[in-house]
C-alpha cells in the first residue's frame, strides 16, 4: 500500500528528528529528573536481573509481592533470596539506579487491598510491614498495584491509605536518618472509570500531596473478551471512543493530577486476533477469535520472531499511532520503536514526568527501550 510506506517514511523522519540532541540549551528547571522505568516480571526463569540493562532505565519495579491476609508481607526465604539478589545485582550494574517492589498485580485480591485500606489498624499493619520489607531487602521504594479499587468507598481509602503511608515513610527515613522511600502507584489510564457501572475516580488530591508518580496502564483498551474486531490495544488516540492514551493521560492533568507525578505506560507486547476476512486486515476489521499466543497475547520479541518467520505485512498506523502485522488470518496489534517513540514525543509534549514499560523481558534486543531512552531528551 503506497499510503502506508509514505505514512511509515514519515514516521521514521519524525523519529530519527526526535534523536539528534539538542545542544547547548540550558536546562534551568526545579522540575524532578524524567522518569524511564520497567517492571521486571520476577516469574521469568530465562530472564535473570543480571540480564537487564539498566543504562536504559531510571527504576526498575520488582513484579510482585503480595501481603498475607493479615495484611503483612511474609516472604518465604526462596522469595527473600531472590529479591536480594534482585536489588544487589542492579545496584551493582547501575549505583544510581533506584529499585522498587510492586504490590499486587493483575489478577489478585483487589478485596484484600480493599479490606486493608477500610480501617486504621489494618493500614498500619500493611505499611509498616512494607516500609520493613523494603529496607530488609535494599529497595529505594514501594509500588501499589490495585487493580482495582471497585467503588468510591475504595478510592476514598485509597486517598487515606496514602496519606498514611507517606506519614510513616518520612517518620522512618527521620528516625533512621536514611532517605525517604519511594511511594508510587499502578493506575487505570484514565483518572476515573468512565466505562464500568460503578463510576468511581481516583483520588488525585491525596496522590499529588503523598505519592511520587503514578504509573498509568495505558494498555488493554482491546483484547481476548471482545474477539469480534481487532484494535489497538495500546492506541494513542481513537476517533471512535476515549478509549485512547491522549485521553487516558489528559483526563488525569484535568482532573488536577501534577503533571511531574504522571507517567505514562507503554506496552511491551502486542494482542492478536484471527481475521474473518483475510483481505480485510485493518484496525476495527471483523475478527473471529483470538489468534496466537497466551490468551491472544504475543511478546514484542514473539511477535517479531513470528513477523520475521510467516513474512507478515507490517503497517504502522497514524491515526491511532500504532503498529500491526498481518499474514493469512493472523492480525497482530501492539508498537513497535517507530510507534512507541511517537508516544514519547506526545507525553513530552504534555510535559508528563517519564514513561515505564510492562515489562521487561519482551523487547527485542532492547531495540525498543532503547529509542525510547534515545527519544526522552530532557534531563539527559
Ligand atoms: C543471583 O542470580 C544470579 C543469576 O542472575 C546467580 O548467578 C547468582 O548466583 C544469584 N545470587 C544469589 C546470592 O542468589
Ligand atoms: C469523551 O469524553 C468527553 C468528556 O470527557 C465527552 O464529552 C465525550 O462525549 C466522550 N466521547 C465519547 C465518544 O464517548
Same mark, same amino acid.
Given at each position: 500500500m503506497a499510503a502506508s510506506t509514505a505514512h511509515f517514511q514519515l514516521l521514521q523522519i519524525l523519529v530519527l528528528s526526535l534523536t539528534i540532541p539538542i545542544i +547547548?540549551?540550558?536546562?534551568? $528547571?526545579a522540575s524532578p529528573p524524567p522518569v524511564k522505568a520497567a517492571y521486571w516480571? +520476577?516469574?521469568? $526463569? #530465562?530472564?535473570?536481573?543480571?540480564? *537487564?540493562?539498566? =543504562? /536504559?532505565?531510571t527504576h526498575v519495579l520488582y513484579a510482585f509481592l503480595m501481603p498475607t491476609t493479615t495484611y503483612k508481607f511474609q516472604i518465604p526465604a526462596s522469595t527473600a533470596q531472590h529479591l536480594s539478589n534482585f536489588t544487589t545485582t542492579l545496584r551493582r550494574k547501575n549505583p544510581p539506579l533506584k529499585t522498587l517492589y510492586s504490590i499486587g498485580g493483575g489478577g489478585t485480591d483487589s478485596h484484600l487491598f480493599a479490606r486493608m485500606a477500610s480501617n486504621w489498624k489494618s493500614r498500619q499493619a500493611f505499611i509498616t510491614s512494607s516500609i520493613q520489607t523494603a529496607r530488609r531487602f535494599g529497595f529505594d521504594g514501594m509500588d501499589l498495584?490495585?487493580?482495582?479499587?471497585?467503588n468510591p468507598t475504595d478510592m476514598q481509602n485509597l486517598g487515606v491509605l496514602f496519606t498514611e503511608w507517606r506519614r510513616a515513610i518520612v517518620h522512618e527515613a527521620r528516625t533512621t536518618r536514611r532517605a525517604p522511600l519511594l511511594l508510587t502507584a499502578a493506575v487505570?489510564?484514565?483518572?476515573?472509570?468512565? /466505562?464500568?457501572?460503578?463510576y468511581r475516580k481516583f483520588p488525585v488530591w491525596s496522590i499529588n500531596q503523598n505519592l511520587d508518580w503514578i504509573n498509568a496502564?495505558?494498555?488493554?483498551?482491546?483484547?481476548?473478551?471482545? =474477539?469480534?474486531r481487532t484494535g489497538a490495544?495500546?492506541? /494513542?488516540?481513537?476517533r471512535n471512543s476515549n478509549i485512547s492514551t491522549s485521553y487516558g493521560l489528559r483526563s488525569w492533568i484535568k482532573a @488536577? /493530577?501534577?503533571?511531574?507525578?504522571l507517567v505514562m505506560g507503554l506496552p511491551l507486547y502486542g494482542k492478536t486476533w484471527v481475521l474473518k476476512?483475510? #483481505? +480485510?486486515?485493518? *484496525?476495527g476489521s471483523d475478527a473471529v477469535a483470538v489468534g496466537p499466543g497466551d490468551d491472544g497475547v504475543l511478546t514484542y520479541v514473539q511477535i517479531e520472531e513470528f513477523n520475521k518467520k510467516n513474512g507478515a505485512k507490517i503497517e504502522h498506523d497514524i491515526d491511532t499511532v500504532s503498529t500491526y502485522s498481518y499474514v493469512g488470518s493472523v492480525w497482530i496489534g501492539y508498537d513497535d520503536a517507530i510507534s512507541a517513540t511517537l508516544k514519547i514525543q506526545f507525553a513530552q509534549g504534555l510535559g508528563i514526568r517519564g514513561y515505564f514499560f510492562w515489562?521487561? @523481558?519482551?523487547?527485542s534486543e532492547w531495540r525498543i527501550s532503547t529509542q525510547a531512552s534515545r527519544a526522552w531528551i530532557l534531563g539527559e
Amino acid at each position: 500500500m503506497a499510503a502506508s510506506t509514505a505514512h511509515f517514511q514519515l514516521l521514521q523522519i519524525l523519529v530519527l528528528s526526535l534523536t539528534i540532541p539538542i545542544i +547547548s540549551t540550558p536546562v534551568v $528547571t526545579a522540575s524532578p529528573p524524567p522518569v524511564k522505568a520497567a517492571y521486571w516480571p +520476577s516469574w521469568l $526463569t #530465562n530472564f535473570p536481573p543480571s540480564a *537487564i540493562d539498566t =543504562t /536504559l532505565f531510571t527504576h526498575v519495579l520488582y513484579a510482585f509481592l503480595m501481603p498475607t491476609t493479615t495484611y503483612k508481607f511474609q516472604i518465604p526465604a526462596s522469595t527473600a533470596q531472590h529479591l536480594s539478589n534482585f536489588t544487589t545485582t542492579l545496584r551493582r550494574k547501575n549505583p544510581p539506579l533506584k529499585t522498587l517492589y510492586s504490590i499486587g498485580g493483575g489478577g489478585t485480591d483487589s478485596h484484600l487491598f480493599a479490606r486493608m485500606a477500610s480501617n486504621w489498624k489494618s493500614r498500619q499493619a500493611f505499611i509498616t510491614s512494607s516500609i520493613q520489607t523494603a529496607r530488609r531487602f535494599g529497595f529505594d521504594g514501594m509500588d501499589l498495584d490495585w487493580e482495582f479499587p471497585e467503588n468510591p468507598t475504595d478510592m476514598q481509602n485509597l486517598g487515606v491509605l496514602f496519606t498514611e503511608w507517606r506519614r510513616a515513610i518520612v517518620h522512618e527515613a527521620r528516625t533512621t536518618r536514611r532517605a525517604p522511600l519511594l511511594l508510587t502507584a499502578a493506575v487505570y489510564f484514565s483518572v476515573d472509570f468512565f /466505562l464500568d457501572e460503578t463510576y468511581r475516580k481516583f483520588p488525585v488530591w491525596s496522590i499529588n500531596q503523598n505519592l511520587d508518580w503514578i504509573n498509568a496502564m495505558c494498555y488493554d483498551y482491546h483484547g481476548s473478551w471482545d =474477539t469480534s474486531r481487532t484494535g489497538a490495544h495500546a492506541a /494513542l488516540y481513537d476517533r471512535n471512543s476515549n478509549i485512547s492514551t491522549s485521553y487516558g493521560l489528559r483526563s488525569w492533568i484535568k482532573a @488536577g /493530577l501534577l503533571k511531574s507525578k504522571l507517567v505514562m505506560g507503554l506496552p511491551l507486547y502486542g494482542k492478536t486476533w484471527v481475521l474473518k476476512d483475510p #483481505n +480485510s486486515h485493518e *484496525i476495527g476489521s471483523d475478527a473471529v477469535a483470538v489468534g496466537p499466543g497466551d490468551d491472544g497475547v504475543l511478546t514484542y520479541v514473539q511477535i517479531e520472531e513470528f513477523n520475521k518467520k510467516n513474512g507478515a505485512k507490517i503497517e504502522h498506523d497514524i491515526d491511532t499511532v500504532s503498529t500491526y502485522s498481518y499474514v493469512g488470518s493472523v492480525w497482530i496489534g501492539y508498537d513497535d520503536a517507530i510507534s512507541a517513540t511517537l508516544k514519547i514525543q506526545f507525553a513530552q509534549g504534555l510535559g508528563i514526568r517519564g514513561y515505564f514499560f510492562w515489562a521487561l @523481558g519482551s523487547d527485542s534486543e532492547w531495540r525498543i527501550s532503547t529509542q525510547a531512552s534515545r527519544a526522552w531528551i530532557l534531563g539527559e
